[in-house]
């Protein structure tokens, strides 16, 4: 079993930054992915980043790329997520989900999932 508590959401202005932290306890595994997804209200949750838990490779939805960045920290067990020149359409709540790699890049089939985190864009 793996437990996946996120945190760092807030309010912040559009062209402005935060930081997601995604805490991993738990069995965990070098076969592991560790992903970001988002869903706003009335939408579907979808997909923004994910990251091998062990080589480092890296994916990124359009929407995000050259804005967002995923990593970690394996001695910390933490994911994170910087996520740079916000814009109001990134409002959402956050989820962090964990999961074994079948194939990469992996944007669904995640097993596990925390809480969420709210992120809020607006002036």
């Known amino acids: 079993q793996v437990q996946l508590v996120e945190s760092g959401g807030g309010l912040v202005q559009p062209g402005g930054s935060l930081r997601l932290s995604c805490a991993v306890s738990?069995?965990?595994?070098?076969?592991?992915?560790m992903g970001w997804f988002r869903q706003a209200p009335g939408k579907d949750r979808e997909f923004v980043s994910a990251?091998?838990?062990?080589?480092?490779?890296?994916d990124y939805a359009d929407s995000v790329k050259g804005r967002f960045t995923i990593s970690r920290d394996n001695a910390k067990n933490t994911v994170y997520l910087q996520m740079n020149s916000l814009k109001p359409e990134d409002t959402a709540v956050y989820y962090c989900?964990?999961?074994?790699?079948?194939?990469?890049?992996?944007?669904?089939?995640?097993?596990?999932w925390g809480q969420g985190t709210q992120v809020t864009v607006s002036s």
């Open positions: 990251i091998t838990w062990s080589g480092g490779s890296t």
């Open positions: 989900g964990g999961g074994y790699i079948s194939r990469w890049p992996k944007r669904q089939g995640y097993e596990y």
């Open positions: 738990g069995r965990t595994s070098s076969r592991y992915a």
